[in-house]
């Protein structure tokens, strides 16, 4: 899942928005220096990609790629996603997404990673641009397959390619999509139930 499905199983859980997009950027297992929240929130992201990865429909949905663009197949997947998932927001959330888009947006103002640059240029344009709500237009995923696609230190020509898929299969992904994501959330629901459990546990 990518930045928007990550925040909204926060909201979704009622845990830390931050800790759950922050799952790409702290790297290592070693956590317990982040307050509890956030490594919560990471540990939630962490399961949730785990989750996502091993899902019988997202690999069946990878195999429907051609072989060219099945490399990138999971990327497309998460951003493709992330749009379907603005489309039906009102059907994940009694929340809008601006309101929880404003609430990210202040968390992420007070925090840092000296040490990421990626995250610091990301977090930058994020809370001067706050932009996430655009991913509610189709355009958007395209411009971002072809933001990642200049970024590949490997040169791989995917962008046009992913549109068109897209394009012709945006039905198929959608059914996917509305099949697994009701379980994602159920996933991350479950996820956070046993961790608070096994750490009052350990108190």
Not at 3 to 21: E, K, P, V
Not at 53 to 69: A, G, N, Q, V, Y
Not at 183 to 201: P, R, T
Request: hydrophobic share 40%; glycine share 4%.
């Amino acid at each position: 899942m990518n930045y928007i499905a990550h925040i909204h199983i926060g909201t979704h859980t009622q845990t830390n928005l931050l800790g759950n997009f922050l799952g790409d950027f702290v790297k290592g297992s070693q956590l317990q220096h982040l307050p509890f929240e956030i490594e919560q929130g990471i540990r939630l992201h962490r399961s949730i990609d785990v989750f996502t990865d091993s899902h019988p429909l997202i690999i069946e949905l990878r195999r429907c790629f051609p072989i060219d663009l099945r490399r990138m197949a999971g990327v497309i997947i998460d951003i493709y996603f992330d749009y379907l998932l603005m489309q039906t927001w009102k059907r994940y959330s009694n929340t809008h997404f601006n309101i929880v888009f404003a609430n990210f947006y202040q968390q992420l103002e007070q925090f840092s990673l000296p040490d990421n640059p990626h995250f610091s240029k990301l977090a930058e344009n994020l809370i001067n641009h706050q932009w996430l709500n655009e991913y509610i237009n189709i355009e958007t995923c395209f411009r971002a397959f072809v933001s990642i696609e200049n970024r590949l230190k490997n040169k791989v020509m995917f962008a046009k390619k992913a549109q068109f898929f897209i394009l012709q299969h945006g039905d198929q992904l959608e059914s996917s999509f509305q099949q697994f994501y009701p379980e994602c959330l159920d996933h991350g629901l479950k996820f956070v139930q046993d961790y608070s459990l096994n750490n009052n546990c350990e108190k």
